[in-house]
């Protein structure tokens, strides 16, 4: 029955993907007029590029063809570039182009658009969400592969960005990372430093807690390597129960 259940959903999914496809097919019909009607305009490429970008997801989601996906990404890329002609300050056009060119694993590419729509609007806040993230799976990468300082430089990007209080949450992640490549570089300090402010941010990161609480024991700071595995205990990290009576 599970299976069925499991069958039926997917099967609702993929006809609902496709009457988004079609009706989005009509929507490009349609602003594909508009640039007829007025080809000067930057607006109607920005959202026709949008929607092949759109489509290229739907089409992914519905695991068609690397090459279809391909082939709507590109006709968004071309059609923000239009727009870029037209306008080259057009901060959604910009966005667009970063997003196609992310889709393409064009990292610097895309980084660039996303750092230029913040320079034309510093409140552009889902280009510093790219941003963000981008620089953020870059990281991962160079940690992956043991490119500790490139890993550093591209943290020290996205932990110091100028962005809203609120945004604080999406930092997180980065000060985990930069925590665990001063631990590689034994700069045991620093990486409590980073890990404190993860914790001013969330203090029930149970992750956070484990890892300060085990640096905090190797430097022989035994009540602050308690405090944190018995917090992190009461958040159910079971392997962190007891470990502070060691």
């Not at 895309?110 to 750092?115: G, L, P, S, V």
């Not at 490119?147 to 550093?152: G, K």
Request: glycine residues 6%; charged residues 30%; contains cysteine.
């Amino acid at each position: 029955p599970e299976a069925r259940v499991g069958i039926g959903i997917q099967r609702r999914f993929e006809l609902e993907a496709r009457a988004e496809i079609e009706a989005l097919q009509r929507d490009k019909t349609a602003i594909g007029q508009a640039i007829e009607a007025d080809p000067k305009s930057p607006d109607p490429y920005v959202v026709r590029g949008q929607t092949y970008l759109r489509i290229a997801t739907l089409t992914h989601a519905r695991a068609g063809t690397a090459s279809d996906q391909d082939g709507y990404v590109d006709r968004g890329l071309k059609d923000f570039e239009q727009a870029l002609v037209l306008d080259p300050v057009n901060t959604w056009a910009l966005l667009g182009r970063g997003d196609a060119q992310t889709w393409k694993k064009r990292t610097m590419d895309a980084t660039r658009d996303y750092e230029r729509i913040l320079e034309l609007d510093p409140s552009f806040e889902i280009a510093r969400e790219r941003l963000i993230a981008l620089l953020t799976a870059q990281a991962r990468q160079e940690i992956s592969g043991k490119r500790w300082h490139q890993a550093l430089t591209t943290l020290h990007r996205v932990i110091e960005e100028d962005a809203p209080k609120h945004w604080g949450a999406q930092k997180l992640e980065a000060h985990l990372l930069r925590s665990q490549v001063y631990i590689a570089m034994g700069e045991t300090h620093r990486a409590i430093a980073d890990l404190s402010a993860l914790l001013q941010q969330d203090p029930a990161h149970r992750e956070a807690l484990m890892r300060r609480g085990i640096l905090y024991r190797k430097a022989l700071l035994g009540h602050q390597a308690k405090t944190d595995f018995d917090a992190a205990c009461r958040l159910g990290e079971e392997k962190a129960c007891g470990v502070g009576q060691d």
